[in-house]
Antibody, heavy 116, light 111 residues
Framework: QVQLVQSGAEVKNPGASVKVSCKAS????????MHWVRQAPGQGLEWMGV????????RYSQKFQGRVTVTRDTSTSTVYMELTSLRSEDTAIFYC??????????WGQGTLVTVS | QSALTQPASVSGSPGQSVTISCAGT?????????VSWYQQHPGKAPKLMIY???NRPSGVSNRFSGSKSGNTASLTISGLQTEDEADYYC???????????FGTGTKVTVL
């Protein structure tokens, strides 16, 4: 079955960067777009960006443009999300989510990033 | 791109039905039949409940149903059960600066 397993929780200083990984299994990574979604404590879901693992093309939310980079390593079926210039407001859980059709059918377990 | 508008909370007694609305614009909800709904229990990742407005993935109870009228989509939970208590989010494909936009989220409470 499809599984998305994310890297563990991180604690970062303001101004630092964080790179979260999302390892896919149970399907071919290049067959589906992969999205990243942010959820601040007690808040809703917020779309950050997407990568087409087949060619590596990306698209980002204007809110994060310039600070977020999504990459992939097809040899390990892993997608990465790097967020730079971290500030306290970036404290959140970050999810990777596979797109199937026009929905997010599988989600990673989430990675808590604390900026403090 | 503004978030889709959902009520902050809805509640119902076991066995009752509740409906959650998701209001958007002609650039998102009204323009495409690509509305999906997600259930999120505390401390858990979201789970897909409805896709393409009204389709249920395999394994999702038929107590969950979706619909759309104009720029507003709706999720109805029939025969409310205690395990339905969770946060629910809609999302829609959009023709604006981002490909998808999420709703503000609705907390469903089973009384």
């Amino acid at each position: 079955q499809v599984q998305l397993v994310q890297s563990g929780a991180e604690v970062k200083n303001p101004g630092a960067s964080v790179k979260v990984s999302c390892k896919a299994s149970g399907y071919t990574l290049t067959s589906n777009l992969m999205h990243w979604v942010r959820q601040a404590p007690g808040q809703g879901l917020e779309w950050m960006g997407v990568i087409n693992p087949s060619g590596g093309s990306t698209r980002y939310s204007q809110k994060f443009q310039g600070r977020v980079t999504v990459t992939r390593d097809t040899s390990t079926s892993t997608v990465y999300m790097e967020l730079t210039s971290l500030r306290s407001e970036d404290t959140a859980i970050f999810y990777c989510a596979r797109e199937l059709g026009a929905a997010f059918d599988s989600w990673g377990q989430g990675t808590l990033v604390t900026v403090s | 791109q503004s978030a889709l508008t959902q009520p902050a909370s809805v509640s119902g007694s076991p066995g009752q039905s509740v409906t959650i609305s998701c209001a958007g614009t002609s650039s998102d909800v009204g323009g495409y039949n690509y509305v999906s709904w997600y259930q999120q229990h505390p401390g858990k990742a979201p789970k897909l409940m409805i896709y393409d407005v009204s389709n249920r993935p395999s394994g999702v109870s038929n107590r969950f149903s979706g619909s759309k009228s104009g720029n507003t989509a709706s999720l109805t939970i029939s025969g409310l059960q205690t395990e339905d208590e969770a946060d629910y989010y809609c999302t829609s494909f959009t023709s604006t600066t981002t490909p998808y936009v999420f709703g503000t989220g609705t907390k469903v409470t089973v009384l």
